[in-house]
């Protein structure tokens, strides 16, 4: 409780707009452009959470927006990157070791063989990311840009999710691919 107390403080102090946990959030948390999240009721979250907004990445400008929806459980080990916009509906549950991200280094259609230095390049975004209400994510899942995941759909471990996919959907594999409709 004492640890809860102490992260409210420094980021009611610290940044431009307090970011209110209404749940449990263990350490550490790594936030990076605060400001652009907006986080529901009764989130409970494990070690290591990183959630980050990228505003400016080298000369470049970005819009970011994170959402996050009501009674949202993360496990450890989940990386939220966001330079357009990740939003992530209520009564989600999601495993450890997940990366969800709606950018990349570089425009893979413009990316010439003799670009090795793949941190001078601007972020690029296909699409933001959107996941449903009532959605499981599994242990070391990979949510990429551009993804669309209906609500009360389940994404088994080790996936990797790129694409649209409808409501009541059991996704699974690299890539991920929908292999059962929940009834």
Known sequence: MKLLRIVKYLLTHYFYQPLRFYGNVQSPLFLKGKK?????????GGNNLR?????KYLEF???PRLIIGHDVSMNNNVHIGVILEVVIGDNCLFGSNILITDHSHG????FKATQSVYKILELHSSGPVRIGSNVWLG???SILDNTR???NSIVGANSVVKGSFPANS?????PGKVIRTIE
């Open 149 to 151: 995941i209906g609500d």
């Open 107 to 110: 425009d893979t259609h413009k």
């Open 36 to 44: 652009y999240i907006e986080l529901g009721s009764c989130f409970n």
């Open 170 to 174: 059991i996704i699974a594999g690299v």
């Open 139 to 141: 242990d070391n899942v």
């Open 51 to 55: 959630f980050e907004c990228i505003d």
């Open 61 to 63: 400008s970005y819009s």
